[in-house]
């Protein structure tokens, strides 16, 4: 094998076995809480956009807005979500999270990645650096796979631009 293969292969390696961790964390933190992945994803999306309507979780959920309604209900009834007035629609229901809603979001996140804690302790100090060194590398590198090459911009530009 190769630099770039052997590299590739340790990644998959790493990343599947962060899944696996990761996933099977959020799992057990649900359990613990009695909410359901779909629930936990609405306050999930409502944590990142700061808040929605039902049609929202409707269409980005794929789900009706009846069922929706009702996963939102649940997480109202448990003090997880505040509805109020759409401030662009009076008519429409706004949701977002409560106090405790953030707080619960917060420490699922704490649970889910526990784990990274002991993996780092049991690595060196000259270990830890480099691995922070190598991790600094990927995240810049797997940034840049999100923006346009400067060569793909201009092809784009001339492609739509007219004579």
């Not at 599947?16 to 933190?29: I, Q, T, V, W």
């Not at 109202?76 to 759409?86: I, M, N």
Request: proline share 4%; hydrophobic share 40%; net charge positive.
């Amino acid at each position: 094998m190769n630099a770039s293969t052997t590299l590739i292969h340790s990644l998959r390696q790493f990343l599947d076995l962060a899944m696996h961790r990761s996933m099977r964390e959020r799992a057990r933190f649900l359990k613990s809480t009695g909410l359901s992945f779909p629930q936990f994803g609405i306050l999930m999306y409502l944590h990142h956009r700061g808040g929605c309507g039902i049609t929202d979780i409707s269409e980005d959920f794929d789900v009706t807005a009846p069922a929706a309604s009702q996963m939102a209900e649940k997480l109202v009834r448990a003090g997880l979500v505040a509805r109020g007035e759409d401030p662009n629609d009076r008519r429409a229901r706004h949701l977002t999270l409560t106090s405790e809603g953030r707080a619960l979001i917060d420490k699922g996140g704490a649970e889910r990645y526990h784990w990274l804690g002991a993996l780092v302790a049991g690595l060196r100090p000259a270990e830890r650096e480099s691995v922070a060194r190598a991790m600094r590398l990927l995240l810049a590198a797997a940034g840049s796979l999100d923006e346009p090459k400067e060569n793909e911009q201009e092809a784009k530009v001339k492609v739509g631009s007219r004579p």
